[in-house]
């Protein structure tokens, strides 16, 4: 598969058997679709009262001075009182919220109950050193409960949560407490991934030495090799929770509707990364009315979303709206195919999974490894399976839904991004899907195909993905930078007042949408988003290096990967040795995910009259293709 070679659109029909139409929360998505249309601040309203609130809003939707919309203005609630505190007053004090395996196979689960407690005893220690409502906590972490943990206890105490991604290394980590100013970290001492330690609290080390204004590091001892602990900095998590300052009843924090959550970085088209904004009130009535419906969650299930919680997919599907409808959670920690390329399957059979939902990267990757793997396993247990990402190709479409859901279990392919907040795309178990298509919009959601004037395109035909109506979990603003916000998603379409997506899709006679992809300067490279000039600001940052481009190129199993163009710097030779030196730099200043693929050294490159780098052609020129029209290109 390319995605150049992919033509998406095909009509082929699956339709959900009578079991899942019966199971399904939204028997008739037309009939709700049409009933939110007809009047959308009551059809939110009527989902937020799902929910407890400590006052009740005043205006469900405030649209006086877009794009700063907001929602449930003058409501009063805590996002953790939705996903913890309620239901210990009820009979789901004991039922599992979560169920973890660490990749070396240790386990642990978490009544509500027990992971009630645990919130309130770290909400306490964060407290105590001086953590106030609105301060930015930032969390680098591997995927473990205490991940979880830290967030919730953010919001417990109205501070704003900043996770970092574990597989962003020193530079992209400095830059990003940087940006948001927090004083305390939590870490941990390393993470497990394919039987070896990823040393996080060096990272760690190495990026507070860059960034001053970190003041307190906790470190949650996970993988027990020596690490550097600075005195009067540095504290171990299990001393803290055993101080008697961390007791286990914590007061919840009575937050505004619109008071942030958190920030989660996210790349765009500069190398700066943005901090995308997301507040309490609106943000856990769409997340958990999107995980109830797409997912069909029952209590029942065992739901398995096997993205990081460290990017979006995590934040509002592992954490907050799992917890908030009471759903039982499985977490794994590792690599899918550690120590074998079964170990998901097994997973699913142990723990019987009910609902797998993960990433068409996953799901390549595992395909790879042949059907004997998961054959070898009962995954009878599974009754809904769920994409997210990056467009999937029908092939691994296919093989999901044959070899993995053996033909039972309907695929909702989620298209959102960081910046939604949740599904916005998304088929739900009772409408019929076609291999590759996002389907239609969520109930409320308004999205279209449209040219750069604003007209929708025909049927078939390439154009850009708007969204033309503000929904609860929108992104409220980026960080420290409203202009950004305005510039980068509202003035592409200001007269209409249409949120822009970034990505080119198509629509089908059935207004089905297919995704194309992004049409910015981002890369989803196995489902990781990545900015082209983050890449390349990271390669020049190395002092053989005078001017780089990255791209793009069409990946089997990762979607992407990353070609790079390096010009170098008088004095420095091409070599092998120089390549290898600037992968492992960019390991270094960004993560292993923006390692390129590929690094070729030129001496120009293709540019625009006004500088731009021409990235199509780079495209062409590594896919051998013709070049196209470089008319425009430098003298
Ligand atoms: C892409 C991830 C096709 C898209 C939740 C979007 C998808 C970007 C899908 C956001 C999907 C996400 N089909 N493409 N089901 N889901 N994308 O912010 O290009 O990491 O703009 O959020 O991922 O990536 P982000």
């Not at 059809?43 to 469900?60: C, P």
């Not at 106030?132 to 995927?143: A, E, F, L, P, S």
């Not at 910015?520 to 940052?541: F, Q």
Request: glycine share 8%; net charge negative.
């Amino acid at each position: 598969m390319t995605l150049e070679s992919f033509s998406p659109i095909t009509n082929e029909w699956y339709y959900p058997s009578e079991e899942v139409l019966r199971n399904a929360y939204i028997a008739d998505y037309d009939a709700v679709y049409r009933e939110a249309d007809a009047d959308i601040e009551a059809f939110w309203a009527k989902q937020a009262q799902n929910l407890d609130w400590f006052r009740t809003w005043e205006q469900v939707l405030d649209s006086s001075n877009p794009p700063f919309y907001q929602w449930f203005v003058g409501g009063k609630t805590n996002i953790a009182h939705n996903a913890l505190d309620r239901h210990i007053k009820t009979a789901r004090k004991n039922k599992l919220a979560l169920i973890w395996e660490g990749e070396p196979g240790d386990k642990q689960t978490y009544s509500y109950y027990r992971l009630w407690r645990e919130v309130n005893r770290f909400a306490n220690v964060l407290k105590s050193m001086g953590v106030k409502k609105g301060d930015r906590v930032t969390i680098y972490m591997g995927r473990i409960p205490e991940l979880l943990i830290a967030m919730v206890a953010c919001a417990k105490i109205g501070a704003v949560h900043s996770v970092i991604y574990g597989g962003f290394s020193e530079q992209a980590l400095a830059d990003r407490i940087e940006d948001a100013q927090s004083r305390v970290l939590v870490t941990c001492d390393g993470a497990w991934l394919r039987g070896n330690i990823v040393k996080l609290k060096d990272v760690v080390d190495e990026a507070v030495r860059k960034t001053p204004v970190i003041e307190s590091i906790i470190v949650v001892k996970r993988t027990g090799q020596p690490v550097n602990m600075e005195q009067g900095r540095d504290y171990w998590y299990h001393d803290l929770v055993a101080l008697p300052i961390a007791s286990p009843i914590c007061e919840t924090a009575v937050m505004d509707a619109e008071d942030p959550l958190f920030i989660l970085y996210t790349s765009g088209t500069t190398g700066k990364p943005k901090g995308i904004l997301h507040t309490h009130g609106g943000y856990q009535v769409y997340t958990s009315t999107t995980l109830s419906w797409v997912f069909d969650v029952k209590d029942e299930d065992r739901y398995w979303c096997a993205a990081d919680p460290g990017w979006i997919t995590g934040h509002s599907y592992i954490v907050y709206a799992p917890l908030i409808i009471g759903a039982t959670s499985f977490m794994y920690e590792g690599a899918p195919n550690h120590p074998y390329p079964n170990r998901w399957w097994r997973l699913i059979e142990e723990y019987g999974i009910t609902i797998l939902y993960t990433a068409p990267t996953a799901i390549r990757g595992l395909m790879r490894f042949g059907d004997a793997w998961p054959n070898r396993h009962d995954l009878s247990s599974l009754r809904l399976l769920g994409s997210v990402g990056e467009p999937i190709n029908p092939e691994a479409w296919k093989w999901f839904y044959n070899v993995i859901g053996k033909g039972r279990c309907p695929i909702m392919d989620t298209w959102w991004q960081t910046e939604t907040g949740g599904f916005m795309i998304t088929p739900l178990p009772s409408v019929g899907l076609k291999p590759g298509s996002a389907t239609r919009p969520f109930p409320g959601i308004k999205v279209d195909v449209v040219d750069e004037a604003g007209d929708p395109v025909p049927p078939g035909t390439d154009g850009n993905l708007v969204i033309q109506r503000p929904w609860p979990a929108m992104l409220r603003t980026i960080y420290g930078d409203p202009d950004r916000f305005v510039k980068q998603y509202w003035s592409a379409y200001a007269k209409q007042g249409w949120y822009l997506t970034g990505d080119t899709a198509r629509k089908d006679e059935d207004g089905y949408i297919w995704i194309i992809g992004r049409n910015d300067d981002v890369i989803k490279v196995s489902g990781y988003r990545l900015g082209t000039a983050e890449i390349e600001s990271g390669l020049v940052s190395h002092p053989a290096v005078a001017e780089a481009a990255a791209i793009g190129i069409p990946d089997e199993v990762r979607g992407s990967v990353i070609y790079a163009y390096c010009i170098l710097r008088a004095g420095h030779q091409p070599s092998e040795e120089l390549r290898d030196a600037l992968k492992e730099h960019v390991r270094h200043e960004i993560g292993p995910i923006a390692v390129p693929a590929k690094i070729e050294f030129v001496d120009v490159l293709p540019k625009t009259r006004s500088g731009k780098i021409m990235r199509r052609v780079l495209r062409a020129r590594a896919m051998g293709q013709p070049e196209g029209d470089l008319s425009t290109l430098e003298g």
